[in-house]
């Protein structure tokens, strides 16, 4: 099956208008130095300080639309205003965001324990609140694409499996699922079903960097789907050769790529650490992998005999330049987030034991990561990783 929608404007914002149904904004408003504490943040709801401007679409009422969408699948008032102030808290907390440094933020030291209580051990489930927090961000960013990454939970041994939203000048994480111990790739593919179910994505393609995931039953979920997938793959994953015209031949990636290098052009990135333009030899090739039939796609840098990146997709019909800078996604989202999860919540910022508690956790920093990128977008503020002391400013004036 050939998957094509969605990819014609990666990188792009869609010309058409947008429809969909979103808030009114108001015009940023000129703001005074707070006279609260700094990091502290006033209550929902509260008045301004003498002397300082309303926090108007920048800032407050950015967080208490997310906090009105986020929360209203909880079944109690209690855990709804504890959801908001932590929220908040994780904004306005500087340093590592633990509970007690949350909970200084918005009430106090002895708000600590029912702070705790409310992650670790309430009854509430993130999963609504999770597809919730997907389901405003796109609205507010408008996504073009999406990535699927394994990155690793430090001091705990595990990997946590994020999807992140790629704009075209932002990348946010907007779910995350914790691997237990002991299943690594079967554990890589049940979370990677989870946080990118074809039937939710929309047409938008997704990107895969799981290494040592058997990748199989995802594509084949796709495939069923008719929704576009690319994921790096390994050297030496045996893929039949279809690029002869004839019955093929069972090869090793890397090797398939090399007897079709005659058909590499060159092609333009952008480097995500650098943000240098760089240029590449990129190649294409015919193949069948677990029955189905892809395109394998290699990248050759300057002076390489061998490729040095190797990637299936089911975007058959999709230019190689396109294809080589959706395969670039996972980097940048890397490198966007090792600038701004300090700012926001870390994989290892939770010190409960329980997954449950992890989860609830880290939906809410997604969430504070989202508030944030939406409060500077609205304020015209360039993202994360241009702008760092223009979002730290913001993050405190709430």
């Not at 015009?27 to 003498?50: D, E, F, I, K, M």
């Not at 480097?271 to 090739?285: E, F, I, W």
């Not at 300057?302 to 299936?312: R, S, Y």
């Amino acid at each position: 099956m050939t998957v094509r929608a969605g990819v014609d404007t990666i990188f792009t914002r869609p010309a058409e208008p947008d429809t969909r149904r979103r808030t009114a904004r108001r015009s940023p408003s000129v703001r005074t130095p707070s006279a609260l504490p700094p990091g502290a943040v006033s209550p929902p709801g509260a008045a301004s300080p003498p002397g300082t401007a309303s926090p108007g679409p920048t800032a407050g009422g950015v967080l208490e639309e997310l906090s009105e969408v986020l929360f209203a699948p909880l079944p109690r008032s209690d855990q709804r205003a504890k959801g908001a102030l932590y929220l908040r808290g994780l904004i306005a907390a500087e340093g590592r965001k633990s509970i007690r440094n949350i909970a200084a933020q918005v009430g106090g030291p002895e708000l600590a324990q029912s702070l705790h209580h409310f992650i670790a051990a309430s009854t509430w489930d993130w999963e609504p609140v999770s597809r919730a927090l997907q389901r405003h961000a796109d609205n507010e960013l408008r996504f073009t694409a999406w990535v699927v990454q394994a990155l690793p939970v430090p001091r705990k041994g595990r990997r946590a499996i994020g999807m992140w939203g790629v704009a075209s000048d932002v990348t946010v994480p907007v779910r995350w699922h914790l691997v237990p111990l002991g299943e690594r790739a079967a554990g890589c593919v049940a979370a990677a079903a989870r946080v990118c179910d074809p039937s939710t994505i929309g047409p938008r393609p997704v990107v895969l960097d799981l290494p040592g995931a058997d990748l199989g039953p995802v594509f084949d979920r796709y495939a069923r789907a008719g929704a576009p997938l690319l994921s790096a793959v390994p050297t030496d994953l045996p893929v039949l050769d279809r690029g002869t015209g004839r019955g093929g031949r069972l090869l090793p990636a890397g090797r398939v790529l090399q007897l079709h290098r005659m058909l590499r052009r060159p092609v333009e990135w952008t480097d995500p650490a650098t943000g240098a333009v760089r240029r590449s030899l990129v190649g294409g090739v015919p193949v069948e992998w677990a029955g189905l039939p892809l395109l394998l796609l290699g990248q050759w840098d300057a002076g390489q005999e061998q490729p040095v990146g190797c990637w299936l997709t089911n975007l058959t019909a999709t230019p190689l330049g396109v294809l080589l800078r959706l395969a670039k996604l996972p980097q940048r989202v890397e490198q966007d987030f090792a600038g701004s999860a300090s700012h926001v919540g870390a994989l290892d910022d939770y010190e409960g034991r329980g997954a449950d508690g992890w989860h609830r956790h880290m939906t809410l920093a997604a969430a504070a990561h989202v508030a944030q990128v939406v409060a500077a977008a609205r304020a015209r503020v360039r993202p994360w990783t241009h702008c760092m002391v223009s979002m730290e400013r913001m993050g405190r004036s709430l």
